[in-house]
C-alpha cells in the first residue's frame, strides 16, 4: 500500500492526534484492571465476542494516558478490520503501519499501540514479539477468538501477556448506561422499582452496549440480528473455512434455543445426522467465537466430567433471544444463563453438580468449593421455595461443608436452615449487584 494512503487511514482512526481529546463512551468496570498495567512490558490483550465493547475499552484506556499528560501523537490506534487491510493481511502491513507512523508523526520516543482484531493478521505475535523486546513501545491488541489467541500467545509470547476477557455489560453497567447507579442498600430500595424494570430489560435484549443505547426495540433486534451473522460467518465460517455452513447455522441455533439444558456431542451428532468429527469441530468453533460457552459437571474424575456432556450457555440472553424459539417460558433459564455469565467473570472454575439433587452452579477457588448456587426464578407472589430447589442442599458431602449455600430468587429473600446447610435466599437483582453486598 502507497504510504501517502496508509497514512490518510491511521489519520482517520487518531483524531485525537489533532485535537488531543477522545470520545469514549461510558466507562466499563474492568479499566481499572487494564490501567494497573499500563507501566508493565507486557503486552495487553483484550478477548472478547464480536461488539462487546473491546475497542471502546481501548479508548477508554487511551483517554486515561491523554488525561495524564502522554503526548497524543505518541498514541498510534488502528483496526485491522480495516477494508482496504483486508488484502494485504501480513507481517508485512504491520511493520508497513507502524514505520508510517514512526516516519510521520513519532520518530522517536515511548509509543502506544492499540491494534484492534489482531487475529486477522496471521503469525502477528512474531511481529509484537519482535517489537516489544527491541522498541520502546505498549502494544494492546483485541481479539474475537478465544483459544486462537491462546494458542498463538502460548508459543510466541509466554510470560510477555497479560489478557482480560470482555464481556457485554454487567448488570451494574446496564444499570450505569441507562443513569442508575446503585451503590449501597439504601439506594436499592430507593430505586427498586426501576431497577426491576431495567432487569426485565437487560433479561430481554441483553447488554451489548451499542443495543442496549438504542431506543427503539425494533432497533435493537436488528442490530442483535446483524452481530449474530457477523459472528457465524467472519468469526466462525470464514476464519475455520466451513462449506456446510446450513448445518454450523442449525447447530447454533439449536444450542442457543436449548441453552442451560444438558447435552453432548453424541447426542447432538445424532440430532443433525452428522459425523463425531464434524460435530466436535463445529461445537468448538463456536464456543472459540464466544458465541457460547461450556458449563461442565464438577467431578474429582475427568473420565466422569467428560462423559456427563455439558450444558450449552449463551454470551448474551438478548442476543439468544432473538436468534432461537419462545422467550417467556424461558424465564428461569434466562436467569440462569445471566447467573452464569456474572459467575464466569468473576470465578475461574464454574461447574454444575450432579449428585443426590442437581446444583446449578458451585465455584471452586483453588482446591475447596467455596460457593453452591441454585437459581429460582417464580411469580414474586411465591414466597415459599419447593423442596426440589433444596434438595440439592440436604445431602450434606465433606468437600461442602464450608461452601456459601445461596438460592438466588426473583423477589424472595431471607434464610432458610434445611439441617444440613443454611441457606441464603437473595433476589436476583441484588446478587447482581454484588460488590456492595459483598462489602455489606
Known amino acids: 500500500m502507497q504510504s501517502a494512503k496508509l497514512f490518510e487511514i491511521l489519520s482517520s482512526y487518531n483524531h485525537f492526534w489533532r485535537t488531543g481529546a477522545l470520545d469514549a463512551g461510558i466507562k ?76 510521520k508523526v513519532q520518530p522517536e520516543g515511548r509509543c502506544w499501540l492499540f491494534m484492534d482484531e489482531i487475529q486477522n493478521v496471521p503469525g502477528w505475535e512474531s511481529w509484537v514479539r519482535g517489537r516489544i523486546e527491541t522498541e520502546d513501545i505498549k502494544i494492546f491488541v483485541t481479539g474475537s477468538s478465544s483459544q486462537m489467541l491462546s494458542r498463538e500467545i502460548g508459543t510466541k509470547l509466554t510470560g510477555r501477556n497479560v489478557s482480560f476477557e470482555v464481556y457485554p455489560l454487567s448488570f451494574m453497567e446496564f444499570l450505569r448506561f441507562k443513569n442508575l447507579e446503585i451503590n449501597s442498600e439504601l439506594d436499592y430500595i430507593a430505586r427498586k422499582s426501576a431497577v426491576r424494570k431495567s432487569f426485565n430489560d437487560y433479561l430481554k435484549f441483553g447488554g451489548f452496549p451499542e443495543v442496549v443505547l438504542k431506543e427503539s426495540n425494533d432497533d435493537k433486534e436488528l442490530l442483535l440480528k446483524g452481530y449474530f451473522e457477523d459472528i457465524l460467518y467472519r468469526d466462525i465460517v470464514t476464519r475455520y473455512e466451513i462449506r456446510d455452513v446450513a448445518n454450523l447455522r442449525n447447530l447454533a441455533v439449536y444450542l442457543l434455543t436449548n441453552f442451560a439444558r444438558p447435552t453432548s456431542i453424541s447426542k447432538l451428532k445424532k440430532n443433525f445426522t452428522i459425523s463425531q468429527d464434524k460435530t466436535e469441530n463445529y461445537v468448538s468453533a463456536i464456543m472459540e467465537s464466544y458465541l457460547l460457552f461450556q458449563l461442565q459437571m464438577f467431578s474429582h474424575s475427568l473420565k466422569k466430567t467428560m462423559r456427563a456432556g455439558f450444558k450449552p450457555f449463551a454470551i448474551d440472553t438478548g442476543l439468544r433471544n432473538r436468534i432461537a424459539f419462545a422467550f417467556s417460558e424461558d424465564l428461569g433459564w434466562l436467569v440462569e444463563n445471566i447467573v452464569f455469565c456474572y459467575l464466569k467473570q468473576r470465578h475461574e472454575e464454574v461447574y454444575y453438580h450432579t449428585n443426590g439433587g442437581d446444583t ?13 448456587i441454585q437459581v429460582w426464578y417464580d411469580d414474586t407472589s411465591i414466597n415459599t421455595i419447593p423442596e426440589r430447589e433444596l434438595a440439592c442442599f440436604q445431602y450434606p458431602q465433606e468437600e461442602f461443608k464450608t461452601a456459601e449455600t445461596i438460592v438466588v430468587t426473583n423477589d424472595y429473600e431471607g434464610v432458610i436452615d434445611t439441617g444440613a446447610a443454611r441457606v441464603q435466599c437473595i433476589p436476583v437483582v441484588k446478587f447482581l449487584l454484588g460488590n456492595w453486598r459483598e462489602e455489606a
Do not use: H, W
Open 28 to 103: 466499563r468496570d474492568i479499566l481499572s484492571a487494564c490501567l494497573n498495567q499500563l507501566d508493565s512490558k507486557e503486552v495487553i490483550v483484550f478477548k472478547g465476542v464480536r461488539r462487546c465493547g473491546k475497542s471502546t475499552l481501548m479508548a477508554q484506556v487511551i483517554r486515561e494516558l491523554l488525561a495524564r499528560n502522554v503526548q497524543p501523537a505518541s498514541i498510534l490506534r488502528i483496526n485491522l478490520e480495516e477494508p482496504l487491510f483486508s488484502s494485504e493481511y501480513s507481517i508485512e502491513l504491520l511493520e508497513q503501519i507502524y514505520r508510517t507512523y514512526r516516519e
Open 360 to 372: 446449578d452452579f458451585v465455584v471452586k477457588e483453588g482446591m475447596k468449593i467455596t460457593k453452591r
